[in-house]
Structures are given as structure tokens and as C-alpha cells.
């Protein structure tokens, strides 16, 4: 069996990391093509920025062109008509501009040069205006010196724009080589992609098989344990079912033994006292004083006996005669404590506070029985010189540590408390033992019992019950139980002695 997890938890490591290095092989030739496909868009977006800025300055180029040709024109012939041309690009010099200053080259020397241009083509159109409006105005100039002029004004402005297209020519060719090296590298990731994607798909074509091949071994040996596991449950189903007829028997016993206790050591105990009582009564003038403290010490020994019996008979009871759980209204089970215990309670003065109570699931008898223990024994242990007070409380609480977190139920804690003698609380857990008595026979009457079967009740119902206590402050009894206790009880128990 940890051969077999070993090895599942192998190949469950190994096909983790070959996932991990597929997934990163896969991230990584990703990240390559999108840079190399963002170098690309880069590139082509460059190429088309050089196209406008060439397109933009031969435009404007193309309007002083024509304004130009229309000055030299009319400044030759002195003919309206030969303006047309000048007209037309006055229309379009405005846009021309506009777009001319729009346009940024990649370039910082050669937007300089873009930007003079478009100074130079201002000025220059600006000129061509001026003499054009000068020589229709003023005719003492002759239109042959302002040709000149012209013609000598126009060659710094080619110069600049034949510079501008040069370079802007040498970045366009510059583009066009980069863009072809990407492409090349855009093919080369391509066939890499390809061929990554196949190494990729033939691993994990052989991680498959590998893990099929795994699983059906897998399989094998759990089937293999599922059997060696059914034969072991076999096993022990066999041995829990002897030892449920071991535990069967054994409660036989004790329920036997509880009926022996009732009924044949009793009645030899109410023979002895039945005998001592005539013995007292028609032969009291025959006995001396010696010999009648004789009988009263066997009358009372014979009484503590008998009640001895019947407490153990009790205790027995509680799970071998325990009755079904059933829903029981503890304020009902209260009251009738009450009542039972009306004598003792006038007797002594105490005054008892109640809360209300829930209703939960339960033994009814046995939860009275309970209530009744404690009740009495905060009456019986009282301080001389104050009436008893006591108060049972209600509140909310947490299941005990013991139970499992996998059943719910609701929980609540009953608290008992009184003002009476109290004890050192080192011996919180000792009252609760059968026959365990912190007090003389003679001062405080009982067989120490009493609180034992209060646990084991408490038990049954599947809660818990602790004591807190101060010598001279009194006693707190708390009780945690469940709203529905038969979550946590084995209904056969229950009719175990029924």
C-alpha cells in the first residue's frame, strides 16, 4: 500500500512538471511573437509616418510650385488669366500648412529641416503675393528684375526640400529593411512554433500513455488492497460480532446480577431486620443495654446495606434499563422534582430558581432522576446557619471537545447552583466516583453514589457534566447536553436490559 502511494504521488509530481515546462515553453514562444509582431506593427507604422511626411511636403511643394510658375507667368505676359494657377494653390496653401506642421518625422535633424521648410514656404509664398500684388499696383519696377528675383529666392527652398526628401528617402529604405528582417524573424518563430509544438505534443502524447499506463496500475493494486481490505473488514466484522455477543452476554450477567441485588440479597437483609425488630420487641426486658446497642448496630447495618443495594441497582440501571429517547419538556421534569422534594424544601427554608427550560431529547426518568440528585444534595449540604439557596440557570454553549465535528446539534448548559458548604475543588473529579464520600455517614447520610449516576446519565444523553466549588461559597454543577442527544446514542443501547 505505500509502495502504491509513492508511486501515484510520483507520477502525479512528474506529469505536474512536465505540464509546468509545456505551459512555459508555451509562454515563452508567445512572448516572442508578440514582440515580434509588435516590431512589425512599430515598423509599418514608421513606414506609413514616412509616406505622410513626404506626401505632406511634396504637396506644399507642389503649391509653390504652382504659385511659382503662375508669378513667373504673369510676370512675363502681364496677363490676368496666367494667375489661375496662383488662385488654385492660394485655396490650398492654408491645408497644405496645416498638415506640413502636423507631421512629425522620426527624425529630430530632419523635422529641423521640416520645420524651416515650412517657415521658408510661408515666407516664400508670402513673397510671390507680394510681387504678384506689386506689379498689378506699381509698374516702375520692371517685371524681368522681379523674375530675377524670383529665380534667385527659389534655391535655398530646393535645397531644403530636396534634403528633406533624401533623408526622408534613406529612412523609408531604412524601414524597409527592418521590416524585412522581421518578417524573416516572424517566419523563423513560425517554424520554431511549429516544430516546439510538436516536440510539446509528442511529450505530452507520451505522458499520456505513461499515465494511463500508471492508472491501470494503479487500478490493480487498489483492487488488490480493496480486496486485501475487504478480508481484513471480514475479519474484524467477525470479531466485532463476537465480542457484541461477549457484550450481550455480559449484560445478561449484569442484568441477572441487578435482579439478585433486587431481589434475593434483599430479602435476607428484610429478614434481619424483620428478626432484630422482634428480637428489640418481645425480648427488650431479656437484653441489657450492651446487647440492645448490639441490635441497633446491626438494624442500621442492615439499612445501609439494603440502600447500598438499591443505589448500585440504580447506577446499573441507567444504561442496562435506560428507556427510548423521546422529546421531554424539562420544565415539566423540573416541577415534578419540586414536588417530590416539597418536604425538604419547606424543612429547610430554601428558596429554588428556576429558568426556562428547552424541550430536548432524552430518557425522561433518567433526567428526573437526574435533577433529583442534585437538588437533593444541595439541600442535604447545606450550612447550618443560612437557608439554601439555589438557582438552575440556562444558557447557550459549544459542543464538548470529545464529540465529532461532522454531527450537529444545538447545545445548551444547565447550571446547578447552591450557597451551601462546598469542597476543595481538587476533588472535582473524586465526587463523581462510586462510594466516594468527602464526608462522614455520620454527618451527611448516603452511599456516595448518587453523583456517579449523575454522570452516567449525563453520559448517555451524550453531554458532559463538571462541578465547581469553593469550601464555604457553595457548588455549581454544569451540564452540557444536546438539544437532539440521539445523534449521539446508539438507539440498541438504550433496550439493552429491556
Not at 2 to 12: D, P, T, V
Not at 19 to 34: N, P
Not at 136 to 154: C, F, G, W
Not at 175 to 196: D, G, M, P, V, Y
Request: hydrophobic share 40%.
Amino acid at each position: 500500500m505505500k509502495a502504491f502511494f509513492e508511486r501515484a504521488i510520483h507520477s502525479i509530481g512528474f506529469a505536474w512538471c512536465a505540464f509546468v515546462i509545456i505551459v512555459l515553453g508555451i509562454c515563452s514562444i508567445t512572448f516572442v511573437g508578440l514582440q515580434n509582431t509588435q516590431s512589425i506593427a512599430q515598423i509599418q507604422q514608421s513606414f506609413q509616418n514616412t509616406s505622410k511626411v513626404m506626401l505632406a511636403i511634396d504637396r506644399l511643394h507642389i503649391d509653390l510650385l504652382n504659385a511659382e510658375s503662375s508669378q513667373r507667368a504673369y510676370l512675363i505676359t502681364l496677363q490676368e488669366d496666367d494667375l489661375a494657377p496662383y488662385k488654385k494653390a492660394l485655396d490650398q496653401f492654408s491645408e497644405s500648412i496645416t498638415q506640413a506642421r502636423e507631421i512629425r518625422s522620426e527624425s529630430d535633424i530632419q523635422q529641423k529641416r521640416i520645420d524651416n521648410f515650412v517657415r521658408y514656404a510661408e515666407a516664400k509664398f508670402a513673397l510671390v503675393g507680394a510681387g504678384i500684388r506689386h506689379v498689378q499696383t506699381n509698374s516702375e519696377r520692371s517685371p524681368k528684375r522681379l523674375l530675377k528675383d524670383v529665380q534667385i529666392s527659389d534655391l535655398d527652398l530646393r535645397t531644403i526640400y530636396q534634403e528633406i526628401i533624401e533623408n526622408e528617402t534613406v529612412i523609408r529604405n531604412h524601414l524597409l529593411t527592418r521590416l524585412s528582417k522581421a518578417r524573416e524573424t516572424s517566419e523563423a518563430n513560425l517554424i520554431w512554433f511549429a516544430a516546439i509544438s510538436i516536440i510539446m505534443s509528442s511529450l505530452l502524447l507520451i505522458l499520456l500513455i505513461k499515465h494511463l499506463r500508471n492508472v491501470k496500475q494503479n487500478a490493480l493494486e487498489l483492487e488488490k488492497n480493496n480486496e486485501l481490505l475487504e478480508e481484513k473488514v471480514q475479519e474484524r466484522t467477525q470479531a466485532l460480532e463476537l465480542y457484541a455477543e461477549e457484550l450481550g452476554r455480559s449484560n445478561r450477567e449484569l442484568e441477572d446480577f441487578a435482579f439478585i441485588a433486587s431481589h434475593d440479597l434483599q430479602e435476607p437483609l428484610r429478614k434481619i431486620r424483620a428478626f432484630s425488630a422482634r428480637i428489640t420487641e418481645l425480648y427488650a426486658s431479656a437484653i441489657d443495654d450492651k446487647g440492645k446497642d448490639y441490635l441497633s448496630r446491626m438494624d442500621n447495618a442492615a439499612a445501609r446495606m439494603s440502600l447500598l443495594i438499591s443505589d448500585l441497582l440504580a447506577l446499573s440501571r441507567v444504561t442496562t434499563k435506560g428507556k427510548a429517547f423521546v422529546e421531554v419538556d424539562l420544565n415539566a421534569v423540573l416541577e415534578g422534582v419540586l414536588d417530590d422534594l416539597e418536604i425538604a424544601i419547606n424543612e429547610s427554608n430554601a428558596t429554588i430558581t428556576l429558568a426556562t427550560m428547552p424541550k430536548i431529547e432524552g430518557d425522561e426518568s433518567q433526567l428526573q432522576q437526574l435533577f433529583l440528585n442534585l437538588l437533593s444534595n444541595a439541600l442535604k449540604f447545606r450550612q447550618a446557619d443560612k437557608a439554601p439557596e439555589i438557582n438552575v440557570t440556562l444558557s447557550e454553549a459549544d459542543a464538548p471537545a470529545q464529540h465529532l465535528d461532522d454531527i450537529t446539534s444545538e447545545w445548551i448548559q444547565i447550571d446547578v447552583c447552591d450557597n451551601g458548604i462546598g469542597f476543595e475543588q481538587d476533588y472535582s473529579d473524586k465526587i463523581f466516583t462510586p462510594f466516594q464520600r468527602l464526608h462522614s455517614r455520620t454527618a451527611y447520610k448516603g452511599t456516595g453514589i448518587g453523583l456517579s449516576v449523575c454522570r452516567r446519565i449525563v453520559e448517555r444523553h451524550g453531554g458532559q457534566i463538571t462541578a465547581h466549588s469553593e469550601v464555604g461559597q457553595g457548588t455549581t454543577f454544569s451540564m452540557i447536553l444536546p438539544i437532539a442527544a440521539s445523534s449521539f446514542h446508539l438507539e440498541e443501547n438504550s433496550h439493552a436490559g429491556s
